[in-house]
């Protein structure tokens, strides 16, 4: 017994270091590790913000490619304004709809656990209806059992009797 428990030690600690041994560096392995090591792009959630980023950032290169003038300062800040303005616009729009939205939302469940809850007293009454009818069953079911046993027990007396 202690020589199979030493050689099963033996035997995990031997696939243990197999198992994490490093494999060596190849030219593919390492492009396929930067290619793991690099994140995907993240998809844009708005596009109307990622298009606003762009254009701030296509601005921002221009300005530094050359000196602007005041009036084209001035013009600029307004441009961007504007876009900002049209930005907030377009999410108050969208809450907006997100907020009728989450009413009828809201609404439509209400009506749901209304009827679920008319359902649920429905099913209880016709459980406790059938349990009433089983219930008349099983009397009369005794009921006739009872009358044919004092019938049977009758007959069978009466015919005694008529022997003697």
Do not use: H
């Not at 290619?35 to 993240?42: E, G, L, Q, Y």
């Not at 296509?58 to 930005?87: C, F, G, R, W, Y």
């Amino acid at each position: 017994m202690r020589v199979v428990v030493q050689s099963l030690l033996g035997f995990s600690l031997l696939c243990s270091s197999v198992v994490w041994a490093e494999p060596t560096a190849t030219p593919a392995n390492n492009t396929a590790q930067i290619a793991a090591a690099t994140p995907p792009p993240k998809p844009s959630i708005l596009p109307a913000v990622a298009g606003a980023n762009a254009i701030v950032q296509n601005q921002a290169q221009a300005q530094e490619n050359k000196p602007l003038t005041a009036e084209q300062i001035i013009k600029e800040k307004a441009s961007q304004d504007a876009k900002v303005k049209a930005l907030v616009k377009d999410q108050a729009t969208r809450l907006q709809q997100l907020e009728k939205a989450n009413l009828e939302a809201l609404a439509q469940n209400q009506e749901l656990q209304l009827k679920n809850d008319n359902l649920g007293v429905q099913v209880q009454v016709l459980q406790s209806e059938q349990s009433a009818q089983m219930f008349l069953y099983g009397a009369a079911t005794i009921a006739v059992g009872v009358l044919l046993g004092f019938l049977i027990a009758s007959y069978i007396y009466t015919k005694r009797r008529r022997q003697w």
